[in-house]
């Protein structure tokens, strides 16, 4: 190998029209000065590496906290470093540079545990940096001639460059063929084990819980997010960070599991503690879900809890389907009036009967007659209170009065005949409107 004392492209041989003094022996100085530093990198092998170890888990956070993959990166360290110094020693070109094996394994390995790829890059970035500063100073210190130095400097920077240039787009394309590959596989056999689950079909917990990458004995709410616009590319990302939201409100402190079902679908499941608070939509309210819904299910427990909280969010779904752009941002199963809701919802056409038949003018689709029909299904709630009724809606007692007693002749009989058949109408129009409402004007004032 001949290297020159000034390098002005980086090379694995260095040109000898670069050379600014030409002369044999400075060339051969200089050259061997390389290759010792090279010998002397193999001899150090063991320190060199662990003192590379112990600057990329410090700096690279991703790194952290998983032995396997600590372990798989002093084995990469190792690979490389002797690698580079064969590359020195034996003059060998950029072209027939390959990855070692243990660097190769070391990407395949991140790829599958999710680590990023800018994890795997920034380590050979950081790597370079430190194995040519350690190389820089043996050349100082056992270099007399600053001259032969420099040159040498130069050279072995320009060597370990090329080199890790190289090397770093290798185990990057194998990390993303490794990562294409592994998720197409999990994304199998996770829909195949969710498809089990959710059929209540007898699977093994801990196998199941290996293939979701969720552990299923503890207590879940399931939960359905949908984009309401035209899907977009962005949608399904938004749907995976408005879960995380959702979990954080509901108090949970773990990762939730996410399951997309189309471009503006997606399933979840939040753990909770085993004594949560309720799911109240009041909770979620305040979340910034510009164009997405949400319906959750009821808190259970297990495997069996985590296929009934998802049927549970999958039936409070339909209620804020069937009511289009009048669905609130949230709708919980654990509400009662939504359990019932889901119940009307799956005969809309006897239940608009229902609604006819029960409200009279009070079932009319306008803004007068839902002023009416809220203020009268507080009513109800409060065992007929009208003080009780006006706290709760933020009126006048007397205006109250005034609303309850016009919703009464708007239905044309007392609120106490047939008074089930009553609320549960004041239900579906408060849930399933507009499907459930009577087209027609009436002049409800």
């Known amino acids: ?246 979990a954080r409100a509901l108090g949970s402190t773990q990762q939730p599991l996410f399951v997309a079902q189309d471009r503006a679908t997606a399933w979840g499941w939040i753990p909770v503690p085993a004594s949560p608070a309720p799911v109240e939509a009041a909770a979620l309210a305040d979340l910034d879900v510009a164009g997405i819904r949400i319906a959750t299910g009821v808190p259970a427990a297990g495997v069996e809890g985590f296929r009934d909280s998802h049927l549970d969010a999958l039936q409070a779904q339909a209620v804020a389907l069937v009511a289009q752009d009048r669905a609130r941002t949230v709708t919980a199963y654990e509400d009662p009036e939504v359990r019932a809701a889901a119940l009307l919802s799956a005969d809309l056409e006897a239940t608009r009967r229902l609604v006819r038949t029960a409200l009279g003018g009070l079932a009319e689709d306008s803004e007068a007659a839902e002023r009416l029909r809220e203020t009268l299904r507080v009513f109800l709630s409060t065992r007929n209170s009208f003080a009780a009724t006006a706290d709760l809606v933020h009126l006048h007692k007397n205006t109250v009065k005034y609303r309850v007693d016009r919703a009464v002749e708007l239905r044309g009989r007392g609120v106490d005949e047939d008074r089930l058949d009553l609320e549960l109408a004041l239900i579906a129009c408060r849930w399933l409107a507009p499907a459930a409402l009577v087209s027609q004007p009436n002049p409800a004032r």
């Open 1 to 246: 190998m001949q290297c020159s004392a000034t390098v002005t492209r980086p090379s694995l041989v260095c040109n000898h029209e670069d050379v600014q003094q030409t002369d044999d022996d400075f060339i051969t100085r200089t050259t061997g000065r390389v290759t010792a530093t090279a010998d002397r990198m193999t001899e150090n092998v063991v320190s060199l590496t662990g003192a590379l170890l112990g600057v990329l888990v410090e700096e690279i956070a991703e790194l952290q906290g998983d032995p396997t993959i600590v372990e798989l990166l002093e084995a990469s360290i190792d690979g490389n470093l002797k690698t580079i110094a064969e590359v020195i020693r034996y003059d060998i070109p950029v072209t027939e540079i390959t990855a070692p094996p243990t660097a190769v394994e070391y990407a395949r390995r991140l790829a599958q545990r999710g680590v990023s790829s800018s994890a795997l890059l920034r380590a050979y970035r950081l790597g370079q940096e430190t194995a040519t500063a350690w190389s820089l100073e043996r050349i100082s210190e056992e270099e007399p001639d600053p001259r032969v130095a420099y040159a040498a400097g130069q050279a072995f920077v320009a060597i370990t460059f090329r080199y890790i240039d190289a090397v770093s787009e290798q185990v990057l394309t194998i990390y993303e063929g490794e990562r294409e590959r592994w998720l197409a596989n999990r994304n199998t056999v996770r829909a195949e084990v969710l498809a089990d689950l959710l059929a209540g079909d007898a699977i093994d917990a801990t196998t199941a819980e290996n293939a979701l990458g969720y552990r299923l004995r503890q207590r879940h709410v399931g939960v359905v997010l949908w984009s309401t616009g035209e899907p977009t590319t962005g949608d399904l990302s938004d749907l995976e960070r408005q879960l995380v939201r959702v």
